[in-house]
Structure formats: structure tokens, C-alpha cells
């Protein structure tokens, strides 16, 4: 966790790609699009589209912090978030009366698992930056060849 917000700054998260990808490229029939669904092993078909030519148009990138999960679904055309789906908000009904109390308690409760969630994305996409932009991509784009060529 590298940006501010309601988590502890330096707080680990994961972040990963999994049960889909949508790729997108010219081929000798004209564009082609693929799509993969389902939970990823090596991610063969992915590897051997990108080998291909074919780019990424659109993913499903889950954030995971502690016990709670965040599900984004990408879209690098215009790169926006077609969807964002955050950790549901439990309350403890023991210590609440009044049910305004407890709607207005979800309220904000919902308000910090979302403001947390775009706090994870924003610190993976500042790491992102760092690393695109920085003296390391040579690096790095030889570790993403290599991993592609591997299998």
C-alpha cells in the first residue's frame, strides 16, 4: 500500500488476473477477439494470443486485503472500471436500536470498504507507473518475453 487513504500506508495486498480476459487483434480473417472465462492454471490460451499479436482489451483484476476481496473489471480502451465490486458490509445488529442508526452505520461502512478498495487500485496502478516508467522496464519486459515463451 504506497497511496494515502483509510488502510495503513505499507499494508500488503495482492493483486491478480484470473478467470477473465478479453484480447483483441488484426489477424488474417481481419479482427479477431478472444475471450477467455474460466480459472487460469498457466494461462496458455492468453500467452499463445499475445504471442499472436493480440492485446488485452479487457480483464477481471481481483484486490485481496486480509479476509476481504475487491473484483474490477477493466476496460484499457477508454481504461475505466466497467465494474467494482467490494466485500459485502456486515453489522453487528447487537449494539444498534434504531434502524436509522443502522442504515446510516452501513452507509459509512460501505463508503471505507470502497474508498479501501480504490485505494489498493491506485497503489497498483502507482507501482505500475514506477515500473513502466522507470530504468527497470528493459528488465521487465524481458521477464513478461521469458514468461510468455515458457509454458
Known amino acids: 500500500m504506497n497511496q494515502a487513504g483509510p488502510a495503513q ?7 491478480y488476473l484470473n478467470d477473465r ?14 475471450s477467455v472465462v474460466g480459472s ?5 490460451e492468453v500467452r499463445t494470443a499475445l504471442k499472436n499479436g493480440k492485446q488485452i482489451t ?12 475487491w473484483k474490477i473489471t477493466l476496460r484499457a480502451l477508454m481504461f475505466h472500471f466497467a465494474s467494482f ?9 447487537d449494539n444498534i436500536t434504531d434502524k436509522a ?14 474508498e479501501e478498495g480504490l485505494q489498493l487500485f491506485d497503489s497498483l ?19 513478461i518475453r521469458r514468461c510468455l515463451e515458457s509454458g
Do not use: C
Request: proline letters at 2%.
Open 9 to 15: 500506508e505499507g499494508a500488503p495486498f495482492s493483486a
Open 21 to 34: 480476459l478479453v484480447l483483441f487483434g488484426e489477424g488474417d480473417g481481419g479482427v479477431q477477439k478472444v
Open 40 to 44: 487460469q492454471d498457466h494461462f496458455s
Open 58 to 69: 479487457e480483464a477481471s483484476l481481483y484486490l485481496e486485503k486480509e479476509e476481504h476481496q
Open 85 to 93: 465490486k467490494s466485500p459485502s458490509v456486515k453489522l453487528e445488529k
Open 101 to 114: 442508526d443502522e442504515r446510516e452505520a452501513a452507509f459509512y461502512e460501505r463508503m471505507h470498504v470502497l
Open 125 to 143: 496502478y502507482a507501482t505500475f507507473l514506477e515500473i513502466r516508467l522507470g530504468k527497470a522496464w528493459a528488465d521487465e519486459k524481458k521477464n
